[in-house]
């Protein structure tokens, strides 16, 4: 049975069109314009150098896989852009998990209020809202309801109602609040 190296020994390495002499050569030449050309799509100097040295050196590693010595330039160029594009996506892929994930309320309160709040039309968790979160009165949100104030305030009394029933089910109190509902 044949090992790896050996197998590996068999199969004919691809000579590289360019010497290391001229792939050194082509380097010092164009260094620069690799970290011109990043800079000049967004990437702050530090790290288009550093995409810059990894684009070289991945060109180094691949260089038998160019075809025309006389385009190393353009081609690790291309290694560049795609080193870059693809820092671009991991980077923005985490930032959108860090987002996502800063976002995520380990509080079940919100749920908790939701499912309280479901029987209710959407009429009156609205009235709900504008009278013990904004703080408005019964004739504050009779015109904009186009009804009385006595109506606003029969309804804000069945919304607790039906509220308080819910809390009580779940096995829990209303929550002491007082607004004046003067007419």
């Given at each position: ?24 050569a ?21 790290w ?5 040295q ?18 190393v ?25 860090t ?85």
């Amino acid at each position: 049975m044949a090992t790896i190296s050996a197998l590996l020994a068999e199969i004919p390495e691809r000579p590289s069109l360019l010497s290391p002499s001229q792939f050194e050569a082509a380097y010092r030449s164009y260094f620069h314009q690799t970290v011109n050309y990043l800079r000049a799509r967004g990437s702050n100097r530090e790290w288009a150098e550093e995409l810059a040295q990894a684009a070289w050196a991945r060109g180094w590693e691949c260089r038998a896989q160019l075809k025309d010595a006389a385009a190393v330039q353009s081609w690790v160029i291309s290694i560049a852009r795609n080193l870059r594009n693809l820092d671009f996506r991991n980077a923005r892929a985490t930032e959108i998990l860090t987002e996502t994930s800063a976002t995520v309320d380990p509080d079940s309160r919100p749920l908790f209020l939701q499912q309280i709040l479901r029987p209710l039309s959407r009429a009156d968790r609205t009235l709900l809202f504008e009278t013990y979160v904004n703080g408005s009165t019964s004739r504050d949100l009779g015109p904009v309801l186009g009804i009385s104030p006595v109506a606003v305030r029969v309804r804000v009394a069945r919304a607790k109602s039906c509220v308080r029933n819910g809390l009580r089910k779940s096995g829990l109190q209303f929550p002491s609040l007082t607004v004046s509902h003067s007419a």
